[in-house]
C-alpha cells in the first residue's frame, strides 16, 4: 500500500485591523439579521394558527394545539434571547478594540 501523497497548504491571508473590526461586525450584522428571520418565522407561526381558528370548525386547532404552539414559540425565542445576550457581547467587545 502507497502513502498517500497530501500537498503542501500554506494559504497567505493578509489583513489589517480595519478588515478584522469590519469582518467582526459583519458577522453579527449576519447573525441579527438570521435571529430577525426566526423572529419573523415564529410570528408566521402563530398568525397562522391564529388565523384558523376563524375558518370552518373542521380547520380549527384544538385549545392543546395552541398550547403546544406557544410552548414552540416561547422556547425558541428564549433561545433568541440567549443569542441576542451573546451578540451583545461579542459587539461589545468589538467596540472597545475600535476604541
Known sequence: MSQSNIPNITPEISIDRDDVINL???SVALEELGLAHIINAEGE?????LGTLSTSPESM???NDLI???ESVQSTLDTV??????LQTKLKNILEIIE
Open 45 to 49: 407561526k402563530i398568525q397562522y394558527a
Open 81 to 86: 434571547l440567549k443569542k441576542e445576550l451573546l
Open 68 to 70: 403546544d404552539i406557544n
Open 61 to 63: 386547532l384544538e385549545l
Open 24 to 26: 467582526l461586525l459583519a
